[in-house]
């Protein structure tokens, strides 16, 4: 981490989670980075890096592992590498596009990493070694939970309407029990058209649509003043696929709200770097240093 990024992190990330993300969240670091780690059973786990803790500079401050973002090559390999030392593993991230594709990671990385992919399904026996790094700025970073395996997938508006988290579910071996939406963009802060609008309300019903649009005194474009909440569809699309609302856990973290500790295309514009949601598994669970304030009893 860079001298000073981690001071006082503990403190400003628990007032940002509030009770109910601190509660299903753990805010730890895991070799040397501040991650938040999702509280899953052996032997999978699942954190969501930062943007702080890495050498990008300017606006790709600092944890930026985004290779096609125009931040410099070299600091995102090193970037990069500093993530892979903290998992032990070969990080696999795949060409995301906005699709609903998802694939076992071993078979992904057999097709040689290039082919269009949003999500990884991960098994503890198959798929050992590599873990899944997808990138996000916004988006949401869903984990789907099975007794066999898991699946990661990044989900955009996109994404949501055409079935991403569906497809997710499908090509797990195992049922979906339980899932966590990583942090992303709130119904605070995601605004779209009104034909995107009306789409979210005939698929997920209307309660995820803001009644009316913002003023446009709130300086939003026009045509861009219609409110979704993006967690509610997906927490739709996830009781879908048999998981209960009471088994999905969302810390409810919008990026765009806080930019100053995650990576948001639209606070920040298409030049900006993105955050990871890591997933892989261990034979045995391995001890990260939890922060004061933070952990399970």
Known sequence: MTAGQGDGLDKLLL?????????????SVLGGLPV???CLPSPFRV???TRLGGQSRGRFASLNLDKRSGD???????????????VGRRLVTPNQVHGVRVVGLAEYVAEGEETP??????HPEIDKGLAACLLFADCLPVVLCGDADLAVVHVGWRGLLEGAIQQAARCMMSAPGS???????????????????????RRFGS?????????????????????????????????EVGVSPVRVVNPRLCTACHSDLFFSYRREGPSTGRHACLAWTEDRRVITQVLPGHGKA
């Open 15 to 27: 007032e940002r989670l509030g009770p109910l993300g601190s509660s299903v969240l753990d805010l």
């Open 36 to 38: 938040l780690e999702a």
């Open 47 to 49: 954190v969501f890096t």
């Open 72 to 86: 410099e090559p070299a600091a995102v390999e090193a970037n990069r590498a500093l993530v892979a030392r903290a």
């Open 117 to 122: 992919c949003d999500g990884l399904t991960l």
């Open 179 to 201: 899932a966590v939406i990583g942090p992303s963009i709130g119904p605070c802060c995601f605004m779209v058209e009104e034909e995107i609008a009306d789409a979210f309300a």
């Open 207 to 239: 309660q995820t649509v803001a009644d009316r649009p913002a003023a446009k005194s709130d300086g939003q474009p026009e045509g861009q003043g219609w409110k979704v909440d993006l967690w509610a569809a997906a927490g739709r699309a996830l009781e």
